[in-house]
């Protein structure tokens, strides 16, 4: 009976649909009223019917559900070890360890964890053989999954500069490509466009021409890659960026007989942040996770509602950890494999940004590559353009931050006065920096100093 419940109704086309949605409108244009052009140029309509697609693009199933990761930044090492387990007792399912020394005794690090059921990434501000070949031999050894995340383009994005240079940093990873058969040991950077305000498009194309040159340049890849992205707050076009980045890099990568796939890790993004109105944050960082989850992310690291102007802390880490555990165990955001098929709206997207985002990554390749146009400053540039474009649309109320520059709350006294993260600077060219908040951070000081003063 539950086979054929609409086998008595007629179908409708959407021509028909369209039809009475114009007489619905009483003589309104129907593009001007309902048709609206996202900053990459996709205009986005009212209704999407079956009848309109022939040949939708096909993304591969995950064959696992999205691990729950929480960041922890090594500086004192017994305290991080305590940090790591406690994490993992109350929900986290892997580790994902930032690093600054080189010298750290990482097998101490990692000799309490438990190692064969837990997941760990390192991400690592330097670059070391012996170091790197220590984690193999630990994954070897104890028979754990390990990803390394190693990416020396990123470092050129967002410093300017190489580890060593261009043939020294290649001469490494192609040395632990072949020394380390254990572990996971390269990453590219994605979040760092979206965060510097890279459109989706834009953002899918920089990340694949990242990943065409180490393809270029490693002898070998025997690992999946891991791409580290930023998940923003357009809830669908975010679920159809991941789904089309992971279509693309498939399409990539069987060039270089890599039949690997590849592995995604989301953290949502930090442009929409604020610093006074926090507790919108978490709303926002909720979203952004659900769109990364429902794209089909591998794993997911929430961002603190505090993350911003506190240093890790326990609270805002259990909050972070908390909302990912709720979307799993709760809402069931794990038990479908692949969520966002049959979504006519999605699927569109999903097409649109691939096609958009495949003829960027063709004119940069056919322009030199990624590695060339970021020392000429040609990427810098164009993702400063963007940016620019995103914060006009921002101040004229085009583009809408609930609580920020629409129903602002009254006490948050930078609300009406926000400018997105500049993380672009004009100078230096050849630099994609991390946000510049100082100035924010300041003035929120002086206001707590002012009140402070006043109650006594």
């Known amino acids: 009976m539950a086979d054929h419940l609409f086998d008595d109704f007629n179908p409708v086309t959407s021509k028909q649909w369209k039809q009475q949605i114009q007489y619905e409108l009483k003589g309104a244009d129907y593009n001007e009223t309902l048709v609206w052009e996202s900053p990459e140029g996709i205009k986005v309509k009212p209704f999407y019917h079956i009848d309109e697609f022939?040949?939708?693009i096909t993304v591969s199933e995950k064959t696992a559900p999205f691990k729950i990761t929480q960041d922890i930044f090594v500086h004192d090492?017994?305290?991080?070890?305590?940090?790591a387990l406690e994490t993992l007792n109350r929900g986290a399912e892997s580790i994902r360890f930032t690093i600054e020394d080189e010298n750290l005794?990482?097998?101490?690090?990692?000799?309490?964890?438990?190692l064969e059921m837990t997941t760990v990434y390192f991400h690592l501000s330097f670059l070391s053989i012996d170091f790197v070949k220590n984690i193999d031999t630990i994954a070897k050894n104890r028979n754990a999954q390990i990803f390394v995340q190693i990416d020396p383009i990123g470092k050129l994005a967002k410093e300017g500069n190489w580890h060593s240079n261009l043939d020294s940093d290649f001469d490494t990873l192609n040395t632990i490509s072949i020394s380390c058969q254990n572990i996971n040991f390269l990453s590219i950077d994605g979040s760092l466009y979206q965060n510097a305000g890279a459109t989706i498009v834009q953002q899918i194309a920089y990340s694949l021409a990242h990943a065409n040159e180490y393809f270029n340049r490693l002898a070998t890849i025997s690992k999946p890659i891991v791409f580290q992205i930023a998940v923003g707050t357009n809830y669908f076009f975010e679920i159809a960026k991941l789904r089309a980045l992971r279509v693309l890099f498939n399409l990539l990568?069987?060039?270089?007989?890599?039949?690997?796939?590849c592995h995604i890790l989301a953290i949502p993004t930090k442009r929409n942040k604020t610093?006074?109105?926090y507790n919108v944050n978490m709303l926002r960082t909720t979203t952004e996770c659900m769109s990364a989850i429902l794209g089909g992310a591998d794993t997911v690291s929430n961002l603190a509602y505090d993350a911003l102007y506190h240093k890790d802390n326990e609270f805002g880490d259990r909050i972070s950890r908390n909302q990912l555990l709720v979307?799993?165990?709760?809402?069931?955001?794990d038990k479908v494999g692949n969520p966002a098929d049959g979504s006519y709206y999605i699927e569109n997207l999903?097409?649109?940004?691939?096609?958009?985002?495949?003829?960027?990554?063709?004119?940069?390749?056919?322009?030199?590559g990624l590695i060339t146009q970021l020392i000429e400053g040609t990427i810098q540039r164009k993702i400063q353009e963007s940016a620019a474009k995103e914060q006009e649309l921002f101040d004229s109320g085009k583009e809408i931050l609930l609580g920020t520059n629409k129903y602002p709350n009254k006490n948050d006294r930078m609300s009406h006065d926000l400018e997105l993260f500049p993380f672009v600077k004009s100078k230096p060219r050849k630099t994609l920096v991390t946000p510049i908040i100082e100035k924010r951070l300041a003035e929120k000081m002086e206001q707590e100093r002012l009140e402070s003063e006043k109650e006594k």
């Open 253 to 261: 990568a069987k060039e270089y007989d890599h039949n690997l796939g």
């Open 275 to 277: 610093l006074y109105d």
């Open 350 to 368: 999903t097409q649109q940004l691939a096609e958009k985002a495949l003829a960027l990554f063709k004119d940069i390749e056919a322009n030199g």
């Open 77 to 83: 090492l017994e305290k991080s070890v305590n940090r």
């Open 105 to 114: 005794d990482v097998a101490k690090l990692l000799e309490k964890l438990p």
């Open 327 to 333: 979307l799993k165990h709760e809402s069931y955001f």
């Open 54 to 56: 022939e040949n939708l």
